[in-house]
């Protein structure tokens, strides 16, 4: 690890109105590090994920990245194209609903190559053998290249969308509840293959999920979100098996045990 | 005005002046920026959308009393549609008319540039149904205006790696997309991707319009059209294994006609007036070499 963080939330909020999505969440993230954000159904996960990855634009605070050069740019005071060119290069955004992160209307190659005749890759073979090889890496058959995404099933959707999000070699990825709707011998392979990948290829990443289960396999570090809240934060073992709040000891103790 | 008696006055050329003149800014934008969409309060034309709406607005905008007008559809000039808007031209605007490419000075054009070299004082006015050259993958236009104004053209490479991917070379053979002087992609127009090469450099003006879709754009004279491509699949047009069957031009875009029912068919030009000139300059291809045989 080196000695400044990768990411650098500082008291963000988001507003709907009068009510709150997010309220005063800061945070830092470090290079190599998983983070998950768990909570329940409307405890503003999803708010905080998308204000992070400038989907959504707070109303108050900062969010400040490394750039490649080692300095740090306030995200919402880059222009746009920038922080569109940062999307499809230095960041990937795994969405729950593979449809949403997909081309579903074309191959499963042209899928993956996207981002690289993104940043200019003008070689078709070049593309095609990068996209070959990642789609290796996600375990997807190498005779899928030509197939269309909607031939997949839930779990190859969601692999390829995750080799479509790495193939530019990105430094920070964000998921949103990334095995929702899959069942849980799927889920167990996709959350094998991304605590490779993660591993592997040294990325921070920043996990949304209200699976405990996933928190505990994948992350290093977690936040306990409540009514927009962050209202605990460690490292995710600590937090899971020496819950502090009244809150995050209820929703240890609501794990179903089998 | 219409000196017609019998005939409703309409204005010259149909549209009203303010209508000219807010078409005409349009056009002077578009110029100013090679290959951008402008939109436009396109009008309702008496034809129907899809008939070439926004090519009429755009010559009835430009046209004067002394301009002779040239229409074309498919490359020839007795067609429905280019006979029913030249028709249309010489009623509301009572201008001379021609099929002769040299003798025009606008040429409206339906999925064809003539094959005769156009000239600095000719302008070449295109009728288009879809101007946006990503639609077919981004289907929001709030998206497309947006990757458009941040030059994000990579999905338009993605169109082009799905063709060799299915088809092992590219497979669109028209609306074949272009860069424009370096900048904006550009649809243009249905014309078979064997015109684009003619619309780089070209000393006429080109003018887009399409009128369902409210959009004008331009490629100015001696601009720069580069047909996208892949470094080891690079951009070519069709090529044609026989000359054409009755004047025998060579490197011209051939139509294929069907003559009967056993399997009969010719290869002719597509532009009519290029080969009416060739023919009456003397050239024969083989159909007509052999007249006794074609008669039998």
Same mark, same amino acid.
Request: net charge negative; glycine share 8%; hydrophobic share 40%.
């Given at each position: 690890?080196?000695?400044?963080?990768?990411?650098?939330?500082?008291?963000? @909020?988001?507003?709907? +109105?009068?009510?709150?999505?997010?309220?005063?969440?800061?945070?830092?993230?470090?290079?190599?590090?998983?983070?998950?954000?768990?909570?329940?159904?409307?405890?503003?996960?999803?708010?905080?994920?998308?204000?992070? @990855?400038?989907?959504?634009?707070?109303?108050?605070?900062?969010?400040?990245?490394?750039?490649?050069?080692? @300095?740090?740019?306030?995200?919402?005071?880059?222009?746009?194209?920038?922080? /569109?060119?940062?999307?499809?290069?230095?960041?990937?955004?795994?969405?729950?609903?593979?449809?949403?992160?997909?081309?579903?209307?074309?191959?499963?190659?042209?899928?993956? +190559?996207?981002?690289?005749?993104?940043?200019?890759?003008?070689?078709?073979?070049?593309?095609?053998?990068?996209?070959?090889?990642?789609?290796?890496?996600?375990?997807?058959?190498?005779?899928?290249?030509?197939?269309?995404?909607?031939?997949?099933?839930?779990?190859?959707?969601? /692999? !390829?969308?995750?080799?479509?999000?790495?193939?530019?070699?990105?430094?920070?990825?964000?998921?949103?509840?990334?095995?929702?709707?899959?069942?849980?011998?799927?889920?167990?392979?996709?959350?094998?293959?991304?605590?490779?990948?993660?591993?592997?290829?040294?990325?921070?990443?920043?996990?949304?999920?209200?699976?405990?289960?996933?928190?505990?396999?994948?992350?290093?570090?977690?936040?306990?979100?409540?009514?927009?809240?962050?209202?605990?934060?460690? !490292?995710?073992?600590?937090?899971?098996?020496?819950?502090?709040?009244?809150?995050?000891?209820?929703?240890?103790?609501?794990?179903?045990?089998? | 005005?219409?000196?017609?008696?019998?005939?409703?006055?309409?204005?010259?050329?149909?549209?009203?002046?303010?209508?000219?003149?807010?078409?005409?800014?349009?056009?002077?934008?578009?110029?100013?920026?090679?290959?951008?969409?402008?939109?436009?309060?396109?009008?309702?034309?008496?034809?129907?959308?899809?008939?070439?709406?926004?090519?009429?607005?755009?010559?009835?905008?430009?046209?004067?009393?002394?301009?002779?007008?040239?229409?074309?559809?498919?490359?020839?000039?007795?067609?429905?549609?280019?006979?029913?808007?030249?028709?249309?031209?010489?009623?509301?605007?009572?201008?001379?008319?021609?099929?002769?490419?040299?003798?025009?000075?606008?040429?409206?054009?339906?999925?064809?540039?003539? $094959?005769?070299?156009?000239?600095?004082?000719?302008?070449?006015?295109?009728?288009?149904?879809?101007?946006?050259?990503?639609?077919?993958? $981004?289907?929001?236009?709030?998206?497309?205006?947006?990757?458009?104004?941040?030059?994000?053209?990579?999905?338009?490479?993605?169109?082009?790696?799905?063709?060799?991917?299915?088809?092992?070379?590219?497979?669109?053979?028209?609306?074949?997309?272009?860069?424009?002087?370096?900048?904006?992609?550009?649809?243009?127009?249905?014309?078979?991707?064997?015109?684009?090469?003619?619309?780089?450099?070209?000393?006429?003006?080109?003018?887009?319009?399409?009128?369902?879709?409210?959009?004008?754009?331009?490629?100015?004279?001696?601009?720069?059209?580069?047909?996208?491509?892949? $470094?080891?699949?690079?951009?070519?047009?069709?090529?044609?294994?026989?000359?054409?069957?009755?004047?025998?031009?060579?490197?011209?875009?051939?139509?294929?006609?069907?003559?009967?029912?056993?399997?009969?068919?010719?290869?002719?030009?597509?532009?009519?007036?290029?080969?009416?000139?060739?023919?009456?300059?003397?050239?024969?291809?083989?159909?007509?070499?052999?007249?006794?045989?074609?008669?039998?």
């Amino acid at each position: 690890m080196t000695d400044s963080p990768l990411l650098k939330v500082n008291d963000l @909020s988001k507003f709907y +109105g009068t009510r709150h999505g997010c309220r005063n969440v800061a945070f830092e993230l470090w290079p190599g590090e998983v983070l998950a954000i768990v909570g329940e159904s409307g405890s503003g996960k999803t708010t905080l994920l998308n204000c992070l @990855s400038t989907r959504l634009t707070p109303t108050t605070g900062s969010v400040e990245y490394q750039m490649r050069d080692g @300095s740090f740019r306030d995200l919402y005071h880059m222009s746009e194209a920038e922080r /569109r060119f940062l999307m499809r290069t230095d960041w990937g955004f795994v969405h729950q609903n593979p449809a949403d992160g997909l081309r579903m209307t074309v191959s499963a190659g042209a899928n993956v +190559g996207e981002r690289l005749m993104a940043v200019g890759n003008r070689h078709y073979g070049n593309i095609r053998a990068t996209a070959t090889d990642w789609l290796t890496r996600v375990e997807i058959g190498v005779d899928r290249i030509d197939d269309q995404p909607r031939a997949f099933s839930g779990g190859m959707r969601q /692999r !390829l969308q995750i080799a479509r999000n790495l193939v530019t070699g990105p430094r920070l990825v964000f998921m949103d509840e990334p095995t929702g709707g899959l069942d849980v011998s799927v889920q167990a392979r996709l959350l094998d293959l991304v605590r490779g990948l993660v591993s592997d290829l040294g990325l921070s990443a920043i996990i949304v999920t209200h699976d405990l289960a996933v928190a505990r396999l994948l992350s290093h570090r977690m936040l306990v979100m409540k009514d927009g809240h962050v209202i605990e934060q460690g !490292l995710t073992d600590r937090v899971l098996d020496d819950p502090h709040e009244p809150y995050t000891q209820l929703l240890v103790s609501s794990i179903l045990q089998v | 005005m219409s000196s017609h008696a019998d005939l409703a006055t309409y204005n010259f050329a149909y549209l009203d002046e303010q209508t000219k003149r807010m078409i005409r800014r349009a056009i002077l934008k578009a110029i100013a920026i090679p290959g951008y969409q402008v939109p436009f309060a396109s009008r309702e034309m008496p034809m129907p959308y899809g008939w070439g709406t926004g090519g009429v607005q755009v010559t009835a905008s430009i046209i004067g009393a002394d301009d002779v007008l040239k229409v074309i559809d498919q490359g020839a000039d007795d067609t429905t549609n280019a006979v029913s808007i030249r028709a249309f031209f010489q009623k509301v605007a009572d201008i001379a008319v021609t099929t002769k490419t040299d003798e025009a000075t606008i040429i409206q054009t339906r999925h064809r540039i003539p $094959e005769t070299r156009l000239k600095s004082n000719q302008v070449l006015v295109y009728q288009v149904p879809i101007p946006e050259p990503l639609r077919f993958l $981004e289907p929001r236009e709030t998206e497309t205006r947006k990757m458009h104004a941040l030059e994000e053209y990579g999905l338009m490479h993605v169109k082009l790696y799905e063709d060799i991917a299915r088809n092992g070379h590219i497979a669109t053979t028209y609306s074949y997309p272009v860069k424009v002087q370096g900048r904006y992609v550009m649809s243009p127009s249905p014309t078979p991707k064997f015109d684009n090469p003619k619309m780089h450099m070209s000393d006429a003006l080109q003018l887009f319009g399409a009128g369902r879709e409210k959009r004008i754009y331009a490629v100015p004279p001696h601009t720069e059209v580069v047909s996208l491509d892949f $470094e080891d699949h690079p951009f070519e047009v069709q090529k044609f294994d026989r000359p054409c069957a009755l004047c025998g031009a060579e490197h011209v875009y051939l139509d294929e006609v069907i003559l009967d029912d056993k399997g009969g068919r010719m290869f002719v030009c597509s532009d009519t007036d290029h080969c009416e000139d060739r023919r009456a300059d003397g050239h024969v291809g083989e159909l007509l070499a052999k007249p006794q045989e074609a008669a039998e």
